[in-house]
Each structure stands twice: as C-alpha cells, then as structure tokens.
C-alpha cells in the first residue's frame, strides 16, 4: 500500500467532512474522539497504515481506542509489527488494551517473545522506563484481558521479570483462580 505524504491528511479530513463532521484539521479530528459513527472508524481505520507522520498516526489510532471495536485490532496488529517508534507502540498497546479483544491472546504473546525493539534494559533498574518498556507492558496487560488461558504462562515469566511485574500482574488479576 502506498504512503500518503503527511501534507496528504487533509484528504482524511475532506472525506471525513464528506460524512458529515465539521472537521477543519487535526485538533477538530482529535476533539470529535468517540463521537465517530461506524462508517467514519472505519474511514479512519483506512488511513492508519497509510500516515507518516508520527503525531497524526498516534491521534488516528487514538481515535480507534474504543471499547469493543475489535475491527481495529488486526490493522494495530500489524502496525505494531511494522513500527518501531517507541511512541507508537505505546499508544497501540494502550488502544488494544483499551479495546479488550479476547481473541488475540496468541497474537499478543508473539510479540511479546520476540519483539526486540522493546524488550528490558540489560541493566535494569538503573535505566528509567522507556516508552518501548511501556508499551510492552501495555501489552502484557492487553492480554491478561483476553483471559486466554495460554496467556498465562507468559504473564508469569514477566511477572518474575521485575520491572514488568506490575503490568504482569494486573494481566493475571483477570483469571479469578490464579
């Protein structure tokens, strides 16, 4: 898929005004957040993959942390795959988190694993949390949501890890018996 120049988000915003939002530009996009019906989500799902710009990005997929929208998670999926800017990533953790799909625990685990981008400072607790830190345990407590029982062997090796042990365990708070 081709990239839209960052000077390109006003056909976003054209189009969104095509549906009816009285959008001017990037504060009016962010201050509409939760009053998007489905057809303007799923506009605004289109353009994820599609934005540069770094800032633009993260208040698109922000306007995607919805409760229940599990129609994002493939697209935050892969853009989480695809990113490595920390910010990013954290905000894509957050929106999954904050969408509560249940059906990406194996998902969710590979990244876990094998994302190396993120992973903890080797000499931890002397280096202050990263955004890349953050968003590995956004990730951990996405989840812990999912409530799928493969989850939890994953949940308990961070939760022995250190400096993930909070998100870890808010993750396993989820599984009444464990």
Same mark, same amino acid.
């Not at 054209?14 to 799923?42: P, W």
């Not at 800032?55 to 998670?73: C, M, N």
């Given at each position: 898929?081709?990239?839209?120049?960052?000077?390109?988000?006003?056909?976003?915003?054209?189009?969104?005004?095509?549906?009816?939002?009285?959008?001017?530009?990037?504060?009016?996009?962010?201050?509409?957040?939760?009053?998007?019906?489905?057809?303007? /989500?799923? %506009? $605004?799902?289109?353009?994820?993959?599609? !934005?540069? @710009?770094?800032?633009?990005?993260?208040? &698109? +997929?922000? =306007?995607?942390?919805?409760?229940?929208?599990?129609?994002?998670?493939?697209?935050?999926?892969?853009?989480?795959?695809?990113?490595?800017?920390?910010?990013? /990533?954290? %905000? $894509?953790?957050?929106?999954?988190?904050? !969408?509560? @799909?249940?059906?990406?625990?194996?998902? &969710? +685990?590979? =990244?876990?694993?094998?994302?190396?981008?993120?992973?903890?400072?080797?000499?931890?607790?002397?280096?202050?949390?990263?955004?890349?830190?953050?968003?590995?345990?956004?990730?951990?407590?996405?989840?812990?949501?999912?409530?799928?029982?493969?989850?939890?062997?994953?949940?308990?090796?961070? =939760?022995?890890?250190?400096?993930?042990?909070?998100?870890?365990?808010?993750?396993?708070?989820?599984?009444?018996?464990?």
């Amino acid at each position: 898929m081709e990239k839209i120049p960052t000077d390109t988000f006003a056909e976003l915003i054209e189009e969104l005004r095509g549906l009816g939002y009285n959008i001017q530009n990037a504060v009016d996009l962010e201050l509409l957040n939760g009053r998007y019906q489905k057809s303007a /989500l799923s %506009v $605004i799902l289109r353009y994820i993959p599609l !934005i540069d @710009d770094r800032r633009k990005k993260d208040a &698109l +997929i922000s =306007l995607v942390a919805l409760p229940g929208f599990v129609e994002a998670t493939p697209i935050l999926l892969d853009e989480y795959k695809k990113n490595t800017d920390s910010n990013i /990533l954290w %905000v $894509i953790g957050n929106t999954l988190l904050i !969408i509560g @799909d249940k059906t990406i625990a194996l998902e &969710l +685990i590979d =990244l876990l694993e094998h994302k190396k981008n993120i992973d903890h400072p080797a000499d931890w607790p002397d280096v202050p949390k990263t955004p890349e830190l953050i968003a590995k345990e956004m990730l951990l407590w996405a989840l812990g949501k999912t409530r799928d029982p493969r989850a939890l062997p994953t949940l308990k090796k961070y =939760l022995r890890e250190g400096p993930s042990e909070t998100f870890a365990l808010e993750g396993i708070k989820y599984f009444d018996d464990h």
